[in-house]
DNA sequence: TAGACATCAGTTGCATCCAATCAGGTATGG
DNA sequence: CCATACCTGATTGGATGCAACTGATGTCTA
């Protein structure tokens, strides 16, 4: 295969090693349920698709499974892993208790501008609760509006290996997993954003204890509806 | 090169795949500090010490890469990486607390098999403690009954993804970092022993929140204890 | 002498080739 | 008719070859 090193597609010159680009790719479409629990991810297949060998995507798999998104099982494959009830319960509780480490560790070292930021992303979302809009991009707003309020937090907890830690078990659950249980539910989401707003308040007054007590209990909730949606709507649309 | 299927040298039939092999033992090597920090990892000198081609010493760098432990420079290669004394503080104050999850855990779900292991794992070091010893024996002891205690109550969490998470962070830390801390100082030792002896005793009673607090403080003294033996003793050992 | 530039050895990144292994289907014997 | 052995296509695992990139050394010039 000629290289073209001047042309713009995307599968010359990013990140440098064709492998980490497979990875994270194939990693979005895991976390975004496009592609679904259980498929073989085919050497052949993938280095077709985007135009490779098969080599750098070994590679990209191996680093998927470090990462835990699938399972390799020698001479066969790699198969896109999926998780339990009883794995999204177990991941919540270390979740819980991460994510309250950050907040209260956010109480006291965050900034102005994080706290701009950790304010603006459940207000601006208050507005748009207010207006009646259609379904669908209310839940999408809400996941925009979710994920800005914990990463700053996450962020201004000034720890990168706390941060690492929660990304790590963030991307073992599909994330529509969770968007389900919201998506379906206004009332969920009105109380989750309540709860936001509890927790920013107890941050900005540097109430480290508090934010943090908030926090777990925030998630656990979280987790709670979650489990019990899988349980309720689709069984076995997971594992 | 010509493989013997029937030989019983290690490179061939184990785990299925050569490159989780080569990246558990090089992970080996490097937390045990064999391999030094900064260390540029070459494929061709690694091939050619496990008797094997190229291609699996490059997934076994991915491996490693996605798990932290080394990092990968484009065109240049792999190098294992170190941590500096705010790392390692950082890295602490997460393992703090998600042993202490593991400890409030533990306290409700341990069966009496797992006490029983757990109290010989500080009981029977105990005995040696009143020996008078060498001390290179002594800290090897001590090395090992600290592993046990912790991973006792680590698996009667029943948590699997605490669990890994805990390794996760273990692995970012080479072992003779915090083991040297203590080496040096049977006093720090004895102490060490002591608050075993009390969290031991609070999960025993199935006091949740007592073993939390208590082994979320065993923790963070152990770090401060190795992060302060850094800055006196080896302030450019790491990094 | 200092700095810019060409060259070169060493190394990585990827493609291609071959061997080993597995799953499923088919033939064969009981 | 069922069970077992075997054969075959599909797929992974590993080896090798070659191009591209990096850093360093040496050379030329002002």
């Not at 748009?128 to 201004?156: V, Y």
């Not at 790590?168 to 249980?181: C, M, T, V, Y």
């Not at 309540?194 to 908030?214: F, G, T, W």
Request: proline share 3%.
């Amino acid at each position: 295969m000629t290289r073209e090193p001047h042309s713009s597609d995307e599968k010359t010159s990013y990140d440098g090693s064709m492998s980490e680009r497979v990875a994270s790719e194939l990693q979005h479409r895991i976390i975004l349920s496009k592609i679904p629990v259980g498929t073989w991810l085919r050497h052949d297949a993938i280095a077709r698709e985007f135009g490779i060998s098969r080599t750098p995507v070994r590679e990209a798999l191996r680093i998927m499974a470090a990462r835990g998104l699938v399972t390799i099982e020698p001479h066969r494959g790699a198969r896109v892993n999926g998780q339990s009830v009883q794995d999204v319960l177990e991941i919540g509780v270390v979740r819980a208790d991460l994510e309250g480490l950050a907040a209260s560790l956010a109480a006291v070292h965050m900034d102005d501008e994080q706290a701009e930021r950790m304010t603006s992303a459940w207000s601006s979302f208050a507005e748009t609760l207010e207006q009646t809009g259609p379904r669908e991009e209310l839940a999408e707003h809400w996941i925009e509006s979710n994920e800005l309020f914990h990463s700053t937090i996450l962020e201004a907890s000034g720890n990168k290996y706390l941060q690492q830690a929660i990304a790590d078990l963030r991307r073992k659950l599909p994330h529509n997993i969770s968007f389900g249980a919201y998506a379906g539910s206004s009332r969920l989401i009105a109380r989750n954003m309540a709860e936001h707003q509890m927790i920013a308040e107890a941050i900005l007054a540097q109430d480290a204890l508090k934010a943090r007590d908030l926090m777990n209990a925030h998630i656990r909730k979280s987790v709670e509806a979650t489990a019990h949606w899988i349980n309720r709507k689709a069984p076995n649309t997971v594992r």
